[in-house]
T-cell receptor, first 108, second 115 residues
Framework: KNEVEQSPQNLTAQEGEFITINCSYS?????LHWLQQHPGGGIVSLFM?????KKHGRLIATINIQEKHSSLHITASHPRDSAVYIC??????????WGAGTKLIIKP | GAGVSQSPSNKVTEKGKDVELRCDPI?????LYWYRQSLGQGLEFLIY????????KSGLPSDRFSAERTGGSVSTLTIQRTQQEDSAVYLC?????????????FGPGTRLTVL
């Protein structure tokens, strides 16, 4: 069993749909990161969470420390949101363990 | 040791000076990443190297930043004419290959303070 598991692995949706990507982890963490990787390969850090909820524009990230679970939500999805979304958990030694990623395609 | 090492661990410099940060990845790891983390902020991707391919420099914030990787191993991140906003922890990571499925092992970081 992987230490960080994401679901779904692939997600195709229509423009405007509400999107949820889930991340479960089995290790102790200091922080959880949501990152976005575009087809060109560059990685953008979306959120860093250690508790609660964060919102940035149409993106919302939540984390439940007791349940070791985090979700990334996208409201009013748009084709430009198409990318791979990666959940990664970091321990106190900066070792970052990555999930396998969720490939999101938003169709116009 | 078998982990990723970085040097120096701390660097204090004056605005306008150049600095060089070094990263020694885990032996056999073909992918090497540089990130920075400003106080209270998430990881900011800077650059990554994969084998002998041209590096992905899309995250470098300005042309004052450059990086090279010699012989597919050691990497140096250079910041020219440092500014106060460059103050951050600079983290290097390596993995067996690139892509989200591979665990990235991070070094301890270099804390850069620009006065």
């Amino acid at each position: 069993k992987n230490e960080v598991e994401q679901s779904p692995q692939n997600l195709t949706a229509q423009e405007g749909e509400f999107i949820t990507i889930n991340c479960s982890y089995s290790v102790g963490i200091s922080a959880l990161h949501w990152l976005q990787q575009h087809p060109g390969g560059g990685i953008v850090s979306l959120f860093m969470l250690s508790s609660g909820k964060k919102k940035h524009g149409r993106l919302i990230a939540t984390i439940n420390i007791q349940e070791k679970h985090s979700s990334l939500h996208i409201t009013a999805s748009h084709p430009r949101d198409s990318a791979v979304y990666i959940c990664a958990v970091g321990d106190s030694n900066y070792q970052l363990i990555w999930g396998a990623g969720t490939k999101l395609i938003i169709k116009p | 040791g078998a982990g990723v090492s970085q040097s120096p661990s701390n660097k204090v410099t004056e605005k306008g000076k150049d600095v060089e940060l070094r990263c020694d990845p885990i032996s056999g790891h073909t992918a090497l990443y540089w990130y920075r983390q400003s106080l209270g902020q998430g990881l900011e991707f800077l650059i990554y190297f994969q084998g002998n391919s041209a590096p992905d420099k899309s995250g470098l914030p300005s042309d004052r930043f450059s990086a090279e990787r010699t012989g597919g191993s050691v990497s140096t991140l250079t910041i020219q004419r440092t500014q106060q906003e460059d103050s951050a922890v600079y983290l290097c990571a390596s993995s067996f290959s690139s892509g989200g499925a591979y665990t990235q092992y991070f070094g301890p970081g270099t804390r850069l303070t620009v006065l």
